[in-house]
């Protein structure tokens, strides 16, 4: 193993231990600190070590950024929660969900290191997606904050969506994959749009109905906001049409005009994000006390423990960023956003390394997804858009949004284990190939 690969592991899991030495300090805690940042740094470590072994040509800075983050947020989560009643098991909570998130990913580095088999049960994927979220609507679901996006298996709740994105993408890569030349072909006009035949568009306009549904009835902006752009910009970078992203962002547009009109608590967000100061102790707090959180933070923050964001609601979800800004200030923000924007990049990078269509579109397709998640929660928090309720991935409290993380960053592992793999291979001289 060398240097390169482990140095910067090594530095990411330093950051985290040092987080919490600190708030041995700060919150005059004594030994859960410690257990939790042995416990953290073993986990991610042996995590490590098993996909270097089992991965050896994978990109190996992937795990040092999910490391960083997800350390800097089970630390946060600590922090925020710390005796304060009601919520003080959360941080106990999220790294037990950090352990299932780290057996998903091993799992499929061990058996889905030939990922390309997932293609050919790309129609099954779709059926388990859409499954997935009508799952919502079964006596299981039930709505919080005016959504209905959770399902109670009585000791698990879990968020359907965060799993139902993840294989939809994988349909959508093999899907335009198989059809991408067909899907670049025109043969009728709709709205002055020109689209292909029907049997090849029907599947896309289908997920596309599928996700203005979850819209409508879930009463979701941010979740079917993934669900209907991440596609979008696989069927652009496969086909080459911006006519398509025209005509996705008009039908987006439409029904996200019509749940404002419908829904209460859709136009409640809207309102809340237009002018905060109508109603700032009630609807407007959340995004108030969020920016005047990050207006405190200055340059530098307050110091880790120092803040005062504990007073926004659900801090340790949504708003966890406004946290960041706060205790860490402009200096610590800026570097959380460079690590979310270098794992994006690592992510494109690893879909332009692969060897076929349909795994750069994979890879294309799970970068985007993360990437369109962080930049719609960080605009959320920061007044830039709405709030749509997502959760920032790997740092926010949510065992959902931790566990499909950590499958994301798998299947990104075993795509770019392949292409590693085949440059390794072209280094050799040609009699050691295989």
């Known amino acids: ?30 030994s859960p600190p410690l257990i939790y940042g042995a416990y953290y740094a073993g986990t991610l470590f042996a995590l490590y070590l098993g996909v270097r072994l089992w991965l050896p040509h994978s990109d190996v800075l992937l795990l040092p950024i999910v490391t960083l983050l997800t350390g800097l947020g089970l630390v946060l989560i600590f922090r925020l929660t710390y005796n304060v009643p ?3 098991g959360l941080a106990l909570s999220q790294a037990i969900w950090i352990l299932v998130g780290s057996g998903a990913m091993l799992f499929i580095v061990l058996f889905f290191r030939n990922y390309s088999r997932l293609f ?45 994105r993840i294989a939809l993408t994988i349909f959508f890569a093999g899907y335009l994959a198989e059809k991408r030349e067909v899907m670049a072909a025109t043969s009728r006009t709709f709205m002055g749009v ?16 599928g996700s203005l549904g979850l819209l409508i009835f879930e009463k979701d902006l941010g979740s079917s906001l993934l669900f209907f752009a991440v596609p979008l910009l696989m069927l652009y970078v ?45 609807t407007g707090f959340q995004i108030l ?16 423990g120092a803040g005062f964001s504990q007073t926004i609601p659900e801090v340790q979800t949504d708003f966890i960023f406004s946290t960041v800004a706060s205790e860490l200030g402009l200096v610590g923000a800026t570097a959380v956003i460079l690590a979310f924007l270098f794992f994006t990049y690592r992510g494109i990078k690893i879909a332009l390394l692969a060897g076929d269509d349909a795994s750069k579109l994979l890879a294309f397709g799970l970068t985007a ?12 928090v920061t007044k830039a858009i709405p709030l749509t309720g997502i959760t920032l991935p790997f740092v926010s409290y949510g065992g959902s949004s931790v566990v499909g993380s950590f499958i994301l960053t798998g299947l990104l592992l075993v795509i770019s284990e392949r292409s590693g793999k085949r440059e390794a291979e072209e280094l050799l001289p040609p009699e050691d190939r295989l």
Request: aromatic residues 14%; without cysteine; charged residues 10%.
């Open 369 to 380: 997804m993360f990437a369109m998640q962080t930049l719609v929660i960080i605009g959320g």
């Open 86 to 88: 009601g919520v003080e």
């Open 194 to 209: 020109q689209l292909p035949a029907i049997k090849y568009f029907g599947p896309v306009a289908l997920v596309w109905a």
């Open 120 to 164: 050919n049960y790309k129609y099954l994927m779709v059926i388990a997606a859409f499954g997935l979220i009508l799952m919502t609507f079964t006596p299981l679901g039930y709505e919080v904050n005016g959504a209905q996006l959770w399902v109670d298996l009585g000791p698990v709740n879990f968020q359907p969506s965060e799993f139902a």
């Open 238 to 282: 496969a086909t080459g049409r911006t006519a398509y992203v025209i005509l996705g962002s008009i039908l987006f547009a439409f029904g996200s005009i019509l749940t404002f009109l419908l829904f209460d608590h859709v136009k409640v967000r809207v309102e809340a994000w237009l002018d905060p100061w109508e109603e700032p102790d009630s």
């Open 1 to 30: 193993m060398t240097q390169r690969a482990t140095t910067p592991m090594i530095l990411a899991l330093l950051v985290t231990i040092m987080g919490f030495a600190t708030l041995i300090f700060v919150q005059q805690a004594t």
């Open 289 to 304: 006390q969020s920016i005047f959180n990050i207006a405190d933070g200055g340059l530098t923050g307050t110091g880790l």
